[in-house]
């Protein structure tokens, strides 16, 4: 099963959320490259395409990435 809202799409393993239209880019995707190291819009660009396209994805992967990168230093933190 597939639903669409916004850019939300639920698929059978949960919910995830497109950043990238042009790439086909989600959040999923972002928050693994922050785990192999990504930590700027410019390491996205370079291992996920992220805003070589129309670039409207800018703000929001970078948004993404932060989130990311926060939440795997609480999880350091915490360990
Ligand atoms: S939405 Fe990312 S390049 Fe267009």
Same mark, same amino acid.
Do not use: H, P, W
């Given at each position: $099963?597939? $639903? ?6 639920? $698929?059978?393993?949960?919910?995830? $959320? ?41 703000? /929001?992967?970078? =948004?993404?990435? =932060?989130?990311?990168?926060?939440? /795997? ?7």
């Amino acid at each position: $099963m597939r $639903m669409l809202l916004n850019n939300c799409v639920l $698929m059978q393993r949960g919910f995830f $959320m497109y950043v990238c239209l042009c790439q086909a880019v989600t959040d999923r995707d972002i928050q693994q490259a922050a785990k192999n190291g990504a930590t700027s819009l410019k390491d996205l660009r370079r291992q996920l395409g992220v805003t070589v396209d129309c670039g409207r994805c800018a703000r /929001f992967a970078s =948004k993404c990435l =932060k989130t990311a990168n926060e939440s /795997f230093a609480v999880s350091d933190q915490a360990a």
